[in-house]
């Protein structure tokens, strides 16, 4: 499969494959925040990397704050929502997210699925990770003592704008308390949604004439060229067209693949499949069922299996999704990356002259 890959689209895959992402609904709860001293060389700062807003489906790909500042002798603790790791490279190339199999599958790089962390210390050099969460519903913890002063760059490798710094200044500087590093987080959680509220505001759906009288419609999905977030839905959710007529998808995302997948009765699909193996941890596949589109005859029926596999940046389907609708119903999808945050549509198809023209 790595040959369907252009370059630059394995980072495109991994956010694709970050659908798994089930954020709890406390992921944008504040850090907890305890009382610790300013100068204090030992003192420990939360940082929480992704967040989701339920209300508006958004999730925010981004570590609140972006930046932070400590005492050398300072630990920062990553509160970890969602699929994200957190790695750090020390001025080196970060690792591939994606490794072709023999068998022409790709798995997750071991370097990014699981940790990699000689000591809980970090003295400047070398590659230090936190690993992919096994269950991105559940929040998970990672820290690092940083001795050095200096910046540093950290980043979530499955999302190519996650990238964030530690600044780490000499012992006994005064340096900003949990309370000032949770609320900076905050105004920047505030901020990135506030943007993609607006963006997600001015989408809709466009109608023109086709062939034979029938509508193309084109339905975006996400909001265009956000950097800092993205937003799970389609334009509108439910779209009534007539018998004849055709809709086109579109992702408008700047990184974060979707899918439009109607599954009529089949099983739901898993994005990752584990390979167990003799000894170590699992390989972690990506799903070819998720990742390629499967193209009914069309006009379709309505009774099979259809689905875009995963449309976005980079990927080897491209940007968008189109399907002729031959019959009446109604006739619900997903993406099957976030559905388990809410990302679903339907399509109703009324016969021909129902609606006004
Ligand atoms: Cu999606």
């Known amino acids: 499969m790595s040959t369907l890959f252009r370059r630059g689209a394995t980072t495109a895959l991994a956010a694709a494959l970050a659908l798994g992402s089930l954020l709890p609904q406390a992921a944008v709860a504040q850090a907890p925040t305890p009382p610790v001293p ?3 060389n030992s003192l420990t700062i939360d940082v929480i990397g992704g967040a989701f807003d339920p209300a508006s489906i958004t999730e925010v ?11 050398a002798g300072g630990t920062v ?6 699929f994200h790791n957190v790695a750090l490279a020390s001025g080196q190339p970060y690792p591939e997210v994606f490794l072709p199999l023999p068998e022409g599958e790709i798995q997750v790089n071991p ?15 070398g590659y230090f990770n936190s690993g992919l969460p096994a269950d991105p519903s559940q929040p998970f913890e990672w820290a690092l003592t ?32 949990q309370e000032e590093v949770t609320a ?20 809709q759906p466009s109608a023109q004439l086709a062939a034979g009288g029938a509508t193309l419609w084109t339905v975006p999905m996400d909001i265009p060229n956000n950097a800092n977030a993205a937003v799970h839905k389609y334009f509108p959710q439910h779209l009534t067209i007539e018998v004849g007529d055709t809709v086109r998808w579109v992702n408008q995302a700047l990184t974060e693949p979707h899918t ?9 699909e898993r994005e990752f499949v584990p390979q167990p193996q003799a000894s170590g941890p699992p390989l972690v596949v990506g799903n070819p069922r998720v990742i390629d589109p499967v193209v009914p005859p069309q006009p379709w029926d309505g ?4 689905g875009s596999g995963m449309i976005g940046p980079g990927m080897p389907a491209g940007l968008e999704f189109q399907l002729a609708f031959g019959a009446p119903g109604t006739f619900p999808y997903v993406c099957v990356l976030h559905e388990d945050l809410g990302m679903s549509g339907f399509v109703t198809v009324v016969p021909r002259g129902t609606l006004p023209r």
């Open 38 to 40: 300013s100068a204090d």
């Open 146 to 177: 940083f001795t050095q002063p200096g910046t540093y760059e950290y980043a979530c490798l499955i999302h190519p704008n996650m990238k964030a710094q530690v600044t780490v200044v000499p012992a006994g500087t005064a340096v900003p308390s």
């Open 111 to 125: 370097l990014v699925a699981h940790p990699v962390q000689p000591e809980p210390v970090y003295s400047g050099s």
């Open 77 to 82: 603790r990553w509160l970890v929502h969602g």
């Open 303 to 306: 009774q099979t299996y259809a």
């Open 260 to 268: 439009v997948t109607f599954r009529v009765d089949a099983p739901r």
């Open 184 to 203: 900076q987080g905050q105004r920047e959680l505030a901020e990135y949604l506030a943007v993609a509220r607006e963006q997600a505001s001015q989408q």
């Open 61 to 71: 790909l981004e570590f609140l704050p972006k930046t932070v500042t400590i005492p």
